[in-house]
């Protein structure tokens, strides 16, 4: 007898075993890669709705200085705003607005000392039917003045008051106390 051993060769009784380990393989990588995909929209959604809204807060952010602006140069303009509509900024994108909102001391929802204006920001997506709003509180001290000069006017003696017209200017001063956003 020979001592000699008999040649076998590997994998000759399991045809096809590779194709199953390569089909498993294959299903394992296209579960991953599904899984990557998914994450990977999740976090482009979660990203585009953090930059909604910061453009909404932004937008909440103009109205409150539109509206001191408007207050501080121009208060008979201010006073002649219509609160109850959205005002559109510049580029006059309909999705983009905000809306200012007065309130009286110690009106509900507002502050007992001190006047509030509310500016909501709001970006709105129609396609993806996205929409984030920001609010912000800003309080404010006004003082509103008239008449020209705070002191009295002395009358020299000899001269008579000619029974003109005084001349009047409004002034009004606006203190900002502080600044809240939701």
């Not at 609160?83 to 809306?99: A, K, M, R, S, T």
């Not at 500016?119 to 396609?127: K, P, W």
Request: some cysteine; glycine content about 10%; aromatic content about 8%.
């Amino acid at each position: 007898m020979c001592g000699c051993r008999k040649r076998t060769v590997l994998w000759k009784e399991e045809r096809g075993s590779l194709l199953i380990m390569l089909l498993l393989f294959s299903s394992v990588m296209m579960i991953l890669g599904a899984a990557l995909l998914s994450n990977s929209l999740q976090e482009r959604i979660i990203a585009q709705n953090y930059l909604y809204k910061l453009k909404a807060h932004y937008l909440a952010e103009a109205g409150v200085e539109l509206a001191l602006t408007f207050l501080e140069e121009e208060p008979e303009h201010f006073w002649q705003l219509n609160f109850d509509e959205p005002l559109y900024p510049d580029n006059g994108v309909e999705e983009e607005y905000y809306v200012l909102q007065w309130l009286e001391p110690g009106c509900p929802g507002g502050n007992e000392e001190y006047y509030t204006l509310i500016s909501r920001g709001i970006c709105r997506r129609s396609m993806s039917g996205v929409e984030a709003q920001a609010e912000i509180r800003a309080l404010l001290s006004l003082n509103v003045t008239t008449g020209k000069g705070d002191e009295p006017e002395e009358e020299v003696e000899g001269e008579e008051e000619d029974g003109g017209e005084e001349e009047c200017e409004k002034q009004t001063q606006v203190l900002l106390i502080g600044l809240s956003g939701m």
